[in-house]
């Protein structure tokens, strides 16, 4: 039987990068050691780190409390107040923002500097579009539709730019666009959306089409598994959606000649090994 696994699979590489980094930091640095927020969405992850001594700081007031140590950022960055707190508590930080994230930040806090209105297309809500609004300053907003652009005051012959959050939809974003274009004269666009997801989304389609079972692997809470499972059902419908191998032997299924195996971009590589190790033995 032939196993194909998407070259794509699992971590993207900011994520890699922040969790690489905690694991190193447990290793190299003496004292304890903070994420603000769990460094990835994947429980497996954070209850191994957390058995390592790594704690999870989940609201600013326990960010506020700690007074020694090391605090890891995320990949999905923090805002500048965030910083200058830290800074200001003397407190040693690894910084381990994704630094395609980090381009925005440097991009909303120069434009802002020199004047233009930021617009944010994103979530609201997600930690990553509240850091990047943070850099952004007072003449900023965030958007996610055609109604929310007509609540934002532009103000009158001022410059507009425009960044989008990492994960952004780009058919969504284009859309956006091309409304807020008829708003202003002055307007420059910056395409910030991440390629990782896209790519992993049209490999993951390319394989399904391909072979006779699909396996995509995530946490059942993971949006971006969620996506890909839709994705590859659709050009194969003998796919499934697991968090572990553990559950891929309650799916029993035929002989099947083709596997194809994805993974969400919170799936640690062990897992998705699991997975592909044992496959034969299962199908
Ligand atoms: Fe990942 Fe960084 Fe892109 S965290 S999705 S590589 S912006």
Redesign the pocket.
């Known amino acids: 039987m032939k196993v194909i696994r998407a070259k794509t699979a699992g971590f993207?590489?900011?994520?890699k990068r922040?969790v690489d980094t905690v694991y190193e930091q447990v290793k190299t640095c003496g004292g304890p050691i903070y994420t603000y927020g769990p460094i990835i969405h994947n429980e497996e992850v954070v209850k191994d780190l957390e058995a390592k001594g790594v704690r999870v700081l989940r609201t600013e007031e326990e960010l506020d409390a700690v007074e020694e140590g090391t605090v890891i950022i995320r990949?999905h960055g923090v805002e500048k107040r965030i910083c200058d707190k830290l800074e200001g508590k003397g407190i040693r930080v690894v910084d381990a923002t994704?630094?395609?994230?980090k381009k925005i930040h440097n991009i909303v806090r120069r434009e802002s500097a020199l004047g233009s209105y930021i617009l944010i297309i994103g979530n609201p809500d997600h930690p990553e579009v509240r850091g990047i609004r943070g850099w952004a300053g007072e003449n900023s907003a965030v958007i996610s539709s055609a109604e929310d652009i007509d609540k934002v005051d532009f103000g009158k012959n001022r410059k507009i730019c425009v960044v989008s959050q990492?994960?952004f939809n780009y058919n969504k974003f284009k859309d956006l666009v091309e409304i807020i274009k008829k708003k202003s004269y002055d307007i420059s666009v910056l395409n910030t959306i991440?390629s990782?997801?896209r790519e992993r989304q049209t490999e993951a389609q390319s394989i399904a089409e391909t072979v006779d079972a699909m396996i995509v692997i995530g946490d059942k809470h993971s949006s971006n598994t969620q996506k890909l499972f839709e994705i590859c059902r659709k050009a194969c419908n003998n796919t499934y959606y697991i968090q572990t191998l553990g559950d891929l032997e309650l799916n029993q299924l035929g002989s099947v000649e083709t596997v194809g195996i994805t993974a969400g971009?919170s799936t640690p590589n062990n897992i998705i090994e699991e997975v592909q190790n044992n496959v034969r033995i299962i199908f």
């Open positions: 993207c590489f900011g994520v922040a990949s994704c630094p395609f994230v990492t994960t991440c990782a997801t971009a």
